[in-house]
């Protein structure tokens, strides 16, 4: 259900309009409220509408995007590695959102981060849903801009642990085929191989982010990741996949800096990542 509501006048309430114009209780306006489903037009600025009781304004847009199995959708619980200030690392669980969208912010990480530091978030880069490891969220827009540069300019390093269906070679393996028609690289080396599973779990380097690049890559070479149903042609739902590292030279501090995925909550030793 969308609904688009122009204010009136003075001394109107958000939830009581959008209740007259959708039906809904204000007991499940309130929910998507909170839950970054309502959005405020003023101007030209766009925003999302968290408070009930935000003075409104003649001509202000209300926007509600209201879907009931995202509303009803519970978030798993993200882990704070670092708090930097500026910016902080996390350890984001397999099915947690990267980013919110119109419909929702509440199961993704930076709103996460948002209400258990109460600070603001900001989107740096992502990493897929299904997919488990470390993520960075900016706190300030400065910060944002000034780390997101680094993802853009490749100057920063990236490791993932993933595991893979088959024998895979002992030596390493340098996988360099165009994704989109964009160059494309991506390095992985066999840490241990389990013959009752027949899967192998790779340490795995990439120099350029293109969408879904280790699974496409590693589905390519004959060795699909293990719960990947999109390239992997698997009925699993569990993408045996996750981020172990960011490291990378500060650009707020100049300091070099690396974060390690804790070994607690790493995949491997033949144990595939449940629900972590």
Known sequence: MEVHVEVPGEDFNCVDLLAEHSGLSRGQLKKAMFNGAVWLERGRQVRRLRRVGRKLRPGDGLHLYFDPAIQRLSPPEARLIA????????????????????????????????????????????????????????????????????????????????????????????????????????????????????????????ETGRKHQIRRHLAGTGFPVVGDRLYGGGDQDDLQLQAVRLAFVCPLTGRHRRYELPAALRLGRYCPLAGA
């Open 83 to 206: 708090d930097e200030s500026r910016y902080s690392i996390w350890f984001k669980p397999g099915g947690m959102f990267s980013q919110g969208s119109k419909w929702g912010d509440h199961c993704s990480l930076p709103r996460q981060a948002e209400v258990l530091l109460k600070r603001n978030a900001f989107i740096v880069h992502r990493l897929d849903r299904a997919a488990s490891g470390l993520m960075l969220v900016a706190h300030t827009k400065d910060a944002a801009g000034r780390l997101s540069a680094l993802f853009r300019q490749r100057r920063l390093e990236k490791r993932y642990r993933v595991l893979v269906q088959g024998v895979f070679p002992e030596n390493e393996l340098c996988m360099d085929a165009e994704l989109d028609g964009k160059a494309a690289l991506s390095r992985a080396r066999l840490l241990e191989y389990d013959p009752a599973r027949n899967q192998s779990l790779l340490e795995v380097d990439i």
